[in-house]
Every structure is written in C-alpha cells, then in structure tokens.
C-alpha cells in the first residue's frame, strides 16, 4: 500500500510539471480550467503574497479569457500584477475579472453571459432563465453610463494614473488620485465608491438586489456635476471624453458598413 501510495505522488508530481511546462511554453493557450488554476497559483506563490489563495470560479474565468483572446500566459500575466489572496474579498478570478472589465462594458457583457451560464448549468440543470439579466436593458443603460463616467475620470487625471500596489478597482484608484490633486471632492469621491460597489456586486453575480435603473441615475447625475463644474480642467476632461466617444462610435459605424456591404439588387445581377 505504501508503494503504491508513493507511486501514486511520484506520477501526480510528473504530471503536475509537464502541464506547468506546457503552460509555461510561449503562446500555449491553457487546454482548461485546471491548467489555469495551477497557472494562477503558481503566481500568487511568486509573488510573496501570504495566505492560501482563494481562486473562486476558475472555470468561469477561463471561458471568459478564452472568449476575449487572452487565455494565454503571457496575455493574461499583466493582469495579475498585485493580486492577493483575499483582496477586498474577492477571490482570485474576481480580481482579474475586475482588472479587465473596469471600462470595458463589452467584455462586461462577455463575462456576465458566462457567469451567467454557469449558474444556469449549476441550478437548473443548464436551463437559460438565469442569462436574461445579461442583455437587460437597464444593464445596458448603466454600464454605458458607468463607462463615460470612467472615461471622463481618467481624461481628468491625464491619463497618468498609476494603479496601487494592491489590487483594487478603476474606480478606486482614480478616486483616490482625484482627491489628492484636489479635483473631486471628499464627498463625491464616497458616491463614486458606492456606485463601484453596486458595479461590483452586479458583476459577481448578485443583479436581484441592486436597483440599477437608481445606479444609472445616480452614474447620470455624476456626470451632469460634472459637465457644469467651474473647474475648467473638468470641463476639458469632459469634453475629451465626448470627443474619443464620437471618434469610436463613429469607427465602429464604418466598421459595420465594411462588414456588411449593401446586397446588389436583383436587376443588377441580371444585367
């Protein structure tokens, strides 16, 4: 017994190395979710970070990464920079989560199907009633309030904004930015962090208790202070982000027009 139980280490040791190899290998895209979850702790452990690391739904952030390309090391590395074993928390697939979705409403949109879905294939044996709240329209609404709100925030403070050492949210880092160099106030620095948290608490699968159509209004109301601030900084920020909104939707518009060219009408063919 004691052989084969030595036996039995030996071949799970060998095993673990060679997918650590694979991984490790330039470009390899992780086969699954439990490829990434050694790829995850392996880092964590790099890092110094005390603690056992709480990785949280691995298989949910894998499909994720994979749907938005970044289900490589070397694209997915950046964003662990910072991560702790308990941040805020949160486990470890929600930190990266965060990094990636912050001003992203698309790849929100991407991650909240998946989470989504996984819940569906959990508690209903993979019925689909529990992704309607994905493509909602009040989601929709706020996350394009929350993300011209974030736009504006980070025209604001010049596109230098370092992220801390820990791994904390977009919002959290350009509140606290903002407040140093004395352009938001106290008080709007803490409705900002309320509104993050409801962000938050939609993205990691808790949408039944936020009022989002109050979150896009009060987001709403955020960004009206802000388009009639006497700081003229602020009013120039604001301005910026209108103008990188236009240029985008503006290229995505001629995007769609390349990509679905005008069918010939039958009496073209013919002649």
């Known amino acids: 017994m004691n052989g084969l139980v030595l036996a039995g280490e030996i071949a799970l040791e060998r095993l673990q190395r060679a997918m650590e190899a694979r991984v490790a290998r330039s470009g390899a895209k992780f086969s699954n979710h439990y490829e990434l979850a050694a790829f995850l702790i392996e880092a964590v452990k790099k890092s110094g970070a005390d603690g056992e690391p709480i990785l949280g739904r691995v298989d949910v952030l894998h499909r994720f990464l994979q749907r938005i390309g970044m289900d490589t090391p070397e694209k997915v590395s950046p964003k662990l920079a910072g991560l702790l074993p308990h941040g805020e928390g949160k486990t470890i697939s929600e930190q990266i989560v965060d990094g990636i979705v912050d001003s992203d409403a ?17 508690l209903q044996g993979g019925g689909t009633t529990t992704t309607s709240v994905v ?3 009040d989601f929709i609404s706020f996350m394009s309030c929350w993300t011209d709100l974030m736009n ?4 604001a403070a010049t596109g230098a904004v370092p ?14 930015y ?3 160099k004395n352009i938001l106030n106290s008080i709007q620095a803490i409705r900002l962090m309320q509104l993050d948290k409801l962000r938050r608490l939609f993205v990691h699968g808790s949408p039944n208790s936020i009022d989002l159509t109050a979150a896009r209004q009060g987001v709403e109301q955020f960004i009206e202070e802000l388009r009639s601030c006497d700081q003229a900084d602020i009013r120039a920020a604001v301005e910026r982000a209108d103008a990188q909104k236009t240029k985008m939707l503006l ?13 010939r009408s039958v009496a073209t063919k013919a002649t």
């Open 106 to 122: 698309e790849a929100l949109r991407i991650y909240r199907q998946e989470y989504a879905g996984a819940l569906a294939r959990t």
């Open 135 to 137: 493509g909602g329209e």
């Open 152 to 155: 504006i925030l980070q025209e």
């Open 163 to 176: 992220r801390m050492s820990k791994n904390i949210s977009q919002a959290q880092s350009l509140a606290s």
């Open 178 to 180: 903002l407040v140093e």
């Open 251 to 263: 290229a995505r518009s001629r995007m769609k027009q390349v990509a679905s060219p005008p069918s």
